[in-house]
């Protein structure tokens, strides 16, 4: 799976670090058509917003979120064909987004 680093600046009020943010193939050739911007969805992650999660995987988001040592996963449905997964390593190192097809 190709990634390809995304460099955002600065993202203010986070609950967690992303570490490096990068994007599938399939992800950035969105991106490059115009098709989808990913700093709002970005936004929503490192700010503890899960997504379209049932509340058992929100639930062992926030568990992961405090005890810092599970990945952390964000669904969100963005059209009626197109969904964007977020996955945060456990340890923070790296946060991918990248389409489900990709996983």
Do not use: C
């Not at 059209?79 to 996983?103: C, F, G, H, M, Q």
Request: charged letters at 20%.
């Amino acid at each position: 799976m190709a990634h390809q680093a995304l460099f955002i600046s600065t993202i203010p009020n986070v609950r967690f670090s992303p570490g490096q943010i990068v994007v599938t193939q399939g992800v950035d050739s969105l991106i490059q058509q115009g098709r989808f911007n990913p700093n709002d969805l970005l936004r929503r992650h490192l700010d503890g917003d899960w997504g379209d999660l049932d509340d058992n995987d929100r639930q062992q988001n926030d568990a992961a979120l405090l005890s810092g040592d599970d990945r952390l996963f964000s669904s969100y449905q963005v059209a009626p064909d197109l969904k964007i997964w977020i996955i945060t390593e456990w340890d923070r190192s790296v946060t991918t987004l990248l389409l489900p097809s990709e996983y």
